[in-house]
């Protein structure tokens, strides 16, 4: 991750959201029909809860900026596009215990201390 990304989340300015792929997808195919731009999937979970934030305000009738980043088109990314356009792209949940064991066998990295 990007330490600016790190630190605006440990600071609280920004919040992690996770988002099922089809809804993402959704929300990309959406976003190309009205903007022209087909953005890759990394963008697209960005789009999906940028959208939410705009539907969550309209519903409590607040005016809220919403900001996110395009950082990428989806050029290379249309067999997932096909995936989903055909009905064959599925959410997937990560079981927990197969998280848990990826953070067992991350490394040990020490504390940095300041000079």
Do not use: W
């Amino acid at each position: 991750m990007a330490p600016s990304i790190c630190a605006l989340y440990d600071a609280g300015l920004i919040e992690a959201v996770a988002v099922p792929q089809r809804a993402t997808f959704e929300a990309a195919v959406m976003f190309a029909r009205h903007e022209g731009i087909v953005p890759a999937p990394e963008s697209a979970h960005a789009i999906r809860a940028a959208i939410d934030e705009a539907l969550l305000a309209k519903q409590q009738g607040e005016k809220r900026v919403i900001l996110f980043n395009l950082s990428g088109h989806g050029n290379f990314d249309l067999t997932a596009y096909d995936a989903y356009n055909h009905g064959r792209l599925e959410d997937y949940q990560l079981p927990e215990e197969a998280i848990q064991s990826i953070r067992e066998r991350l490394p040990q990295v020490p504390e940095q201390v300041e000079a």
